[in-house]
């Protein structure tokens, strides 16, 4: 019997597979996805079963990725395997996403940069502040976290941003963290700690071209809104 039961799932699992590679994720219902994808993970378990206990715990596949490990690791049948699984999606993505921007290319505006910076706050909870550097010709040069956990500016150095623009051999440079669960408004303290970097790295011939602050949806310029000193 339990030959007879491992069979029905081995062949229902092969016969998913293949809906995928034929028609992709068009046909898939949310739980389908989370199922299909949970084969990897979850080898003998009804991975059907446990992608439902998913949506309904979370709401959705975005609530599903975005939860903590934690969090995940509570559901029943899902593990440590699966959690983990489940925490790689978003970054995969937000990768993925990154590996096909045109690093050769200008990023002068702040459309572009917040496109392409954007996908380091895929699914994030906690507020982080990234540097991007860049070259003469505002091509992106590298992108480094500088701080996770609750911002405040102030403790992001504008040493530390210096001597990092200045291993990079930055011309340019662009400050992006995110409010989580506020709104991509910066506050009184974003403002003074941003015109003091903005200072500092003019003094030694480094230009913040910008600071971009995000939230779950949107993203605000600070040089677009008037709000550093050189702003133009």
Do not use: W
């Amino acid at each position: 019997m339990d030959g007879e039961k491992k069979s029905v799932h081995t062949g229902h699992r092969e016969r998913q597979k293949e809906r995928f590679l034929k028609n992709g994720f068009e046909s898939f219902a949310d739980h389908g996805v989370l199922e299909l994808l949970l084969y990897y993970a979850v080898p003998r378990r009804d991975t059907n079963v446990i992608a439902h206990r998913l949506l309904n715990c979370f709401g959705s596949l975005a609530g599903v990725f975005e939860a903590t490990t934690e969090e995940l690791m509570k559901i029943e049948g899902l593990g440590k395997n699966g959690a983990t699984l489940l925490k790689m999606i978003p970054q995969i993505s937000a990768r993925y996403t990154r590996s096909r921007a045109d690093r050769g290319s200008s990023y002068e505006t702040a459309t572009k940069l917040g496109r392409y910076l954007s996908t380091y706050f895929f699914g994030e909870r906690d507020e982080v502040v990234y540097l991007l550097t860049l070259d003469g010709r505002a091509r992106i040069i590298g992108c480094h976290q500088l701080f996770r956990g609750s911002v405040n500016l102030t403790q992001v150095t504008a040493r530390k941003i210096a001597e990092r623009s200045l291993a990079d051999n930055a011309v340019s440079v662009v400050l992006a963290h995110n409010h989580s669960g506020g709104f991509a408004l910066p506050s009184d303290e974003d403002i003074t700690a941003t015109r003091a970097i903005e200072a500092a790295l003019s003094a030694i011939g480094i230009v913040l071209r910008d600071h971009l602050i995000f939230d779950e949806d949107d993203f605000i310029s600070m040089r677009e809104s008037g709000l550093l000193k050189n702003a133009k």
